[in-house]
């Protein structure tokens, strides 16, 4: 099957940031659909009519249920610099996710040890620091509450593996659809109610500040 020409949501000589469906792969991976960053080469080479091989170096990923802002460097030294900045954690990164039960605070910040299972592709929180966890932290505003359900804005201030998903769980809150962090049902297509939807960095080369964004995270039903 051929790949779709992505969503693109902002460009420029540099960088470029496109939407990743939930679902869908950052990167390539065997026996998965076209991946978001084969999608983004196909878009560059057709729109700017390359002749040979389109340049695009993987910034940052999202687990593949989850869906949102991807960034991408379309050179090597805008790939390096971002590298650099990601690295120094000087990227704002927001998210929304519709959870189960509202949170007893509306306003709150978690702090947990992370440690993985990559084997069975999982990771536990603890309260305290233990031998191979990673500290993980984040914030969180509930915007909006429907019924047993609330939608948060989420900050992270660490970017570990499936961190959002089992903090909010660990809270008593777990995603929708997220079945493996406790949610009471899975939809369809493995999808999560968790959308990255702002990024927010000063650019590597023009020092602007950037600030890409999309709408609100519709509640999933």
Same mark, same amino acid.
């Given at each position: 099957?051929?790949?779709?020409?992505?969503?693109?949501?902002?460009?420029?000589?540099? &960088?470029?940031?496109?939407?990743?469906?939930?679902? #869908? +792969?950052? #990167?390539?991976?065997?026996?998965?659909? =076209?991946?978001? @960053?084969?999608?983004?080469?196909?878009? $560059?080479?057709?729109?700017?009519?390359?002749?040979?091989?389109? %340049? &695009?170096?993987?910034?940052?990923?999202?687990?593949?249920?989850?869906?949102?802002?991807?960034?991408?460097?379309?050179?090597?030294?805008?790939? /390096?610099?971002?590298?650099?900045?990601?690295?120094?954690?000087?990227?704002?990164? *927001? %998210?929304?996710?519709? /959870?189960? %039960?509202?949170?007893?605070?509306? +306003?709150?910040?978690?702090?947990?040890?992370?440690?993985?299972?990559?084997?069975?592709?999982? +990771?536990?929180? !603890?309260?305290?620091?233990?031998?191979?966890? @990673?500290?993980?932290? &984040?914030?969180?505003?509930?915007?909006?509450?429907?019924?047993?359900?609330?939608?948060?804005?989420?900050?992270? $201030?660490?970017?570990?593996?499936?961190? *959002?998903?089992?903090?909010?769980? +660990? $809270?008593?809150?777990?995603?929708?659809?997220?079945?493996? %962090?406790?949610?009471? !049902?899975?939809?369809?297509?493995?999808? *999560?109610?968790?959308?990255?939807?702002?990024? =927010?960095?000063?650019?590597? /080369?023009?020092?602007?500040?950037?600030?890409?964004?999309?709408?609100?995270? *519709?509640?999933?039903?």
């Amino acid at each position: 099957m051929p790949a779709l020409m992505p969503k693109i949501l902002w460009e420029d000589n540099h &960088l470029i940031a496109a939407f990743k469906q939930s679902g #869908q +792969t950052v #990167q390539p991976e065997p026996n998965k659909p =076209a991946s978001l @960053e084969e999608e983004v080469k196909i878009y $560059l080479k057709e729109k700017y009519q390359k002749p040979g091989a389109v %340049y &695009l170096g993987v910034i940052h990923r999202l687990d593949m249920p989850v869906e949102g802002i991807v960034l991408f460097a379309k050179t090597s030294k805008a790939l /390096v610099r971002m590298n650099e900045i990601f690295q120094q954690r000087a990227v704002q990164k *927001i %998210y929304q996710t519709w /959870v189960h %039960y509202k949170p007893v605070a509306p +306003t709150g910040h978690l702090l947990n040890w992370l440690k993985r299972d990559e084997k069975k592709n999982f +990771t536990k929180a !603890y309260s305290t620091e233990i031998k191979q966890s @990673e500290k993980a932290e &984040l914030t969180y505003e509930v915007l909006q509450i429907k019924g047993k359900f609330a939608l948060l804005k989420v900050t992270l $201030l660490t970017g570990r593996k499936h961190q *959002i998903r089992v903090q909010l769980s +660990t $809270l008593g809150c777990p995603i929708l659809g997220d079945k493996k %962090y406790g949610a009471l !049902y899975a939809y369809e297509d493995n999808y *999560i109610a968790l959308q990255a939807c702002e990024l =927010a960095f000063v650019h590597p /080369v023009s020092n602007e500040n950037i600030h890409i964004k999309i709408e609100n995270l *519709i509640f999933p039903g």
